[in-house]
């Protein structure tokens, strides 16, 4: 039989006929995530000093630099890449660690307890894959990174237990704010958000109501004005009590437990020098 020659053009294979498929966006180097996201802070932060100031130039020029660097579109890709498992992975994993093996418990028979998550990346996180959180989010989605303070310190207090929540995630927030007593101001606000230091009993009152805090390690073991001994301080003026911690090398993960129904610190504490050296950096929480 004579066989049949073949045509230019046709395919090979089915693979090499489809047509192309949506790319998946290029992985960012560690140190180009680091980058993009300390300069959009810092221009953040000088945004929010200009805004004090009312100096509108200033805020128009800053904001041309935040658009030239990507805006928010470009933060949400660098921090959802340093979300990824080689790079850490979702910081939520670590509080499951802690309270996950708890709720999934026979022992355990509240139900699904109220997240008030901020600075949400992903819907699709450890804490939301669980199911024994129903969550509320104030995330990157519908904010620019320097509003999510001020969407969470301008949220209208709840009106009674029913609208409070039973943790509170505070995870890469805190150190987006750019002034050291609105990071003292936004830690006491999170108690007004929490329910009663009394709703649970037993195991459950072991871990909630509670915040879990998440910040960039050199915060709290590299800062000149805190350390993690001047960090429990503060919290428990505020009421609040360290259950669990981790640190790595990029990270510092606590879970603070509310242990009274107090509203405000019982101590000021001032912006003091703790660690002296040129190497240092100067993230501070301070308390009036």
Known sequence: MATRPKKKGVVKNLAAGRPPTVTKPKSLARKTTKSIINKLHLLEKRKVQAMKKNDNAQVTAIEAE?????????????????????????????????VGPYLSSEEYKEGRLRMLEVGALSTKNACAQSNHFDITRIDLNSQEPGIL???????????????????????LVLNFVPDHKDRGEMLVRTTQFLTSSKRFSGTTAAFFPSLFLVLPAPCVTNSRYL?????????ESIGYEMVESKTTQ???????????????????????????????????????
């Open 66 to 98: 935040i658009e030239a660097l990507g805006g928010i579109e470009k933060y949400q890709e660098a921090s959802l890449q340093g979300q990824r498992h080689d790079r850490g992975g979702d910081s939520s994993n670590v509080l499951m660690e802690w």
């Open 227 to 235: 350390d993690q001994e001047r960090l429990a301080a503060i919290m």
């Open 250 to 288: 990029r990270l510092v993960y606590y879970l603070w437990r509310r242990t009274s129904d107090q509203v405000g610190n019982d101590r000021p504490f001032r912006k003091e020098e703790i660690r002296s050296g040129s190497s240092r950096n100067n993230f501070a929480i301070t308390l009036v």
């Open 149 to 171: 303070e001020q969407d969470f310190m301008e949220r209208p207090l709840p009106k009674d237990e029913s609208e409070k929540f039973d943790i509170i995630s505070l995870s």
